[in-house]
């Protein structure tokens, strides 16, 4: 799986779009983008994922670059239990994924009153 | 559905002693995973099976045993315990079609001394 580079920490207001980056440059064609997080002491839990064109659900939505060396993943209105890491994570999905996920450190997200 | 349940959620143990952590899932998945997470850090892949009877091995498997002998169940178990196996441990499951999204357990926290 391609390596990705996130930003250790950052801070959101309550009520404010909270963007997170996603650097994965060594990503593959067949690699999609999957964003989880983890609230803290909880299991992980998915968010979204997309191959190449920007993908919207209940949750957030994510933008892929043309080049899909980058992804953002968007809280459209941060609350105070969006405070959480966040994970992105690019895999090969076909296979259903039987290898199992490859968490980096995440970024963590603080979202202040 | 009760989803993925793990017990126990806490337990210390003394160094050498053995003990088996438990994951149930209800929900037919055919792939089930066990991830450890170390303070301040990722999730690592021990062990995952693709089906009942079927393991193998992921990132950080030495010190650690699994069985599958059904699709619901998925016990870790730990032989001779170390302070090094003091972590957090979370059990995993999903399906392989569809966005492959993994479904996490709360989590079992193990202290060796």
């Known amino acids: ?113 | 559905n009760a989803g993925v349940t793990q017990t126990p959620k806490f337990r210390i143990l003394k160094i050498g002693q053995s003990m088996t952590l438990q994951c149930t899932q209800d929900m037919n998945h055919n792939y089930m995973y066990w991830y450890r997470q170390d303070p301040g850090m990722g999730l690592k892949l021990i062990y995952y099976s693709v089906g009942a009877g079927i393991t193998d091995k992921g990132e950080v498997p030495n010190g650690y045993n699994v069985s599958r002998s059904t699709t619901e169940d998925f016990p870790l178990r730990l032989e001779l315990a170390a302070p090094s196996q003091t972590s957090v441990y979370f059990c995993a499951s999903s399906y392989p079609s569809g966005n492959n999204e993994q479904f996490f357990g709360p989590g079992t926290r193990l202290t060796v001394l």
């Not at chain 1, 959101?12 to 593959?28: D, K, M």
């Not at chain 1, 490859?102 to 979202?111: D, E, M, N, V």
Request: proline share 4%; charged share 20%; with cysteine.
């Open chain 1, 1 to 113: 799986d391609a390596k990705t580079t996130q930003p250790t920490s950052m801070d959101c207001a309550e009520g404010r779009a909270a963007n997170l980056p996603c650097n994965h440059s060594t990503i593959s064609g067949n690699e999609y983008v999957y964003w989880y997080r983890q609230i803290h002491s909880q299991g992980p839990q998915y968010i979204i994922h997309g191959l190449k064109n920007n993908e919207t659900n209940e949750m957030a939505s994510l933008i892929i670059t043309e080049d899909r060396k980058s992804s953002t993943l968007i809280l459209p209105h941060a609350t105070l239990r969006d405070t959480a890491v966040y994970y992105c994570i690019v895999r090969v999905k076909s296979g259903g994924g039987a290898d199992g996920l490859t968490f980096g450190k995440g970024t963590h997200l603080i979202i202040q009153p």
